[in-house]
């Protein structure tokens, strides 16, 4: 933002708001609908998706302010964004319904990455007080939140705390840091995260150390997101069984979003209370308080003093009331990412992270509201399956891959994954897009959709899928679907390397790669060498770790290196390989059981994005 003109920002700013019907701070695709249909113009909701998707960096399904600069900055140059200026102004003196303006208890403007800077600052000061490490970072105030984070230990920090042993401590350049070594915690920082899914397509290093605050704030809410969300799920508390509604069954459960659940169990509560309240989003519907008073009051131990309802309601002037909610939560220690203006404005992704975070502390599900007749059979995601779905979603697939089976099951994120692997792949003529109504075939539409996947994949893509159709797809036959999804990573990576080498993919052998490998290792004088991917010495990750050292000579820290002859040094060797991998800039989605267990499929991946490292320059 700073790159920009002042005056520019104010136009800028003028037609975001234009759009935002409802001024909290994000644009929806139903306010873009809204004014498109008081235009007389009839837009498709999936295109209204896809021009949103296109700058939405957070993946929240919202355009927020920074991110509509990032569109401005995209297609200025290419006078486009003149269609979208232009749009507001035919929009001028045309009522739009349901666009209502909440004015702050201040009269001033209260931006939606301001309240993002208020409430990631609260919540990393809240996690990494305890941390050694953080002392000399904390607190951290909302000032100066982006030159806190520029060093990269605290987002290595916050990547751990949401998907715990995912960076080795050890692989943190820490005490007094050079330009250099700053460098390295950050492409540490953006390749782990893109590991535990988050999309990192436009983010690098250099943006972090520079501060861009709109792809900094992005990344942040990813990462603090997989952490909220982790244990919302029936793997991890099986009570979720209680919100099943009438008619359903386990599986319908596990199709649903964490943000659905979320809904779910508001209402649920709601429902239990006696009251007739129900929300259907986190914006419009929470505005009053109404829903989070009877939620809070709901949800509390008797011990908390938390008020009821019926007092918060009696308050007249709803900045107050929301005051009053936060005081509630503050007795039961929740207190975190929302203000008053949030709660009263709508920010709905603040506060969808304050329910999450209310969910995780006090779930309060009652197992005996359990249909007698629920059979569950408790599903474990195995490393592949997760391997996979980070992979999916770190390439900015939309909608996010919660559950890989049924998320792939419409076909039109395989669709996404071709274009990624190879544009131009996909004629989207032949795709059926949603939404899929049961009235209309959708499911027969959606067969068509895995159809037509399975068809790229041996046609344009010479993939071996014998025996594998579409219905495979769309029923979710584990490996099948497996079958096809690692051979999309293997092509993937494969092509990373292929741009490099001018080589065509397909064309990139497994023995290719081990040849690479060991001349590398031979060249730099290392002792270690790989006879395959099935290699057991490779359980002692010490290839790898060599491998890293001589792509970037002076990497590795011998002293913490073992010869892994036990499980434990075994599993240190293998995290640190990892971690070190990721460091030096290697694009890699595997996990350190990989390679101690030696899980072929992954160590060729392992290896292949350390060749692909390796070609390029240091």
Not at 158 to 174: F, G, H, Q, V, Y
Not at 294 to 302: D, G, T, V, Y
Not at 333 to 356: E, M, Q, Y
Not at 375 to 388: F, L, V
Request: with cysteine; hydrophobic share 35%.
């Amino acid at each position: 933002m700073a790159s920009l003109p002042q005056d520019t920002i104010d136009d800028i700013r003028e037609t975001f708001n234009e759009f935002d019907l409802d001024h909290n701070g994000h644009i929806t695709s139903s306010e873009l609908g809204s004014i498109f249909q008081a235009l007389g113009e009839s837009v498709p909701g999936y295109k209204l998706r896809e021009m949103i998707a296109e700058v939405d960096t957070d993946k929240n399904g919202t355009v927020e302010f920074n991110e509509f600069i990032e569109m401005y900055c995209k297609v200025s140059s290419k006078g486009v964004f003149g269609q979208w200026t232009s749009l507001v102004t035919r929009r001028e003196g045309i009522k739009v319904q349901g666009g209502t303006t909440e004015a702050s208890a201040e009269g001033t403007t209260h931006t939606s990455s301001d309240a993002e800077q208020l409430a990631f600052k609260d919540w990393i000061n809240s996690q990494l007080r305890e941390d050694a490490d953080c002392r000399q970072y904390l607190p951290i105030e909302a000032a100066n939140l982006f030159e806190q984070l520029k060093d990269g230990i605290i987002f290595c920090k916050m990547i751990n705390l949401s998907a715990p042993k995912t960076i080795d401590e050890r692989a943190i350049n820490k005490g007094r840091l050079n330009a250099f070594l700053i460098q390295e915690n950050n492409l540490l920082v953006i390749n782990s995260a893109q590991a535990i899914g988050c999309s990192v397509v436009n983010v690098h290093a250099e943006d972090i150390i520079k501060g861009k605050q709109h792809l900094i704030l992005g990344l942040l809410w990813q990462i603090i997101r997989i952490g909220l969300f982790a244990n919302i799920t029936l793997q991890a508390n099986p009570n979720i069984a209680a919100l099943l509604e009438d008619g359903e069954s386990i599986e319908d459960l596990l199709k649903l979003s964490p943000e659905e659940l979320l809904l779910r169990w508001v209402n649920y509560h709601l429902r239990k209370s006696g009251s007739n309240k129900r929300i259907n989003n986190f914006s419009g519907d929470i505005k009053d308080s109404e829903a989070y008073a009877i939620l809070l009051n709901q949800i509390s131990p008797q011990e908390f003093g938390v008020d009821r309802p019926e007092r918060t309601m009696q308050i007249g002037d709803s900045t107050k009331r929301a005051d009053l909610i936060l005081k509630n939560a503050d007795k039961i220690g929740c207190r975190k990412f929302v203000t008053a203006k949030d709660i009263v404005g709508g920010n709905s992704k603040l506060n969808l992270a304050f329910v999450a975070n209310l969910f995780n502390h006090f779930p309060t599900l009652d197992p005996n509201d359990i249909e007698e007749d629920v059979e569950y059979e408790p599903y474990e995601e195995s490393r592949e399956e997760k391997t996979y779905r980070n992979w999916m979603n770190s390439l900015g697939v939309n909608p996010f891959v919660y559950h890989l089976y049924n998320d792939l099951s419409n076909g039109l994120v395989l669709f996404q994954l071709y274009e990624d692997i190879r544009k131009g792949t996909v004629n989207w003529d032949k795709v059926n897009k949603a939404p899929f109504k049961l009235a209309t075939g959708g499911n027969m539409k959606k067969i068509e959709n895995c159809n037509y996947a399975v068809q790229l994949g041996k046609i344009k893509n010479s993939y071996s899928l014998v025996g594998i159709g579409g219905e495979d797809i769309y029923n979710g036959t584990p490996t099948l679907v497996l079958a096809l999804i690692w051979q999309m990573l293997r092509d993937y990576t494969t092509r990373m390397l292929a741009s490099l080498t001018k080589q065509d993919g397909s064309k990139i052998t497994d023995g290719a790669i081990v040849d690479w490998v060991n001349n590398k290792l031979n060249s730099c004088n290392k002792r270690t060498r790989i006879a395959n991917f099935k290699d057991p010495t490779i359980s002692t990750s010490l290839a790898v770790i060599d491998l890293v050292d001589s792509i970037k000579p002076g990497s590795v820290d011998y002293s913490l290196v073992t010869e892994g002859h036990s499980d434990e040094d075994k599993e240190l060797n293998a995290q640190y390989a990892i971690s070190m991998s990721r460091k030096i800039g290697a694009k890699t989605y595997a996990l350190p059981e990989d390679l101690v267990e030696v899980k072929p499929k992954m160590v060729l991946t392992v290896f292949a994005c350390l060749m692909t490292r390796g070609l390029q320059p240091n």
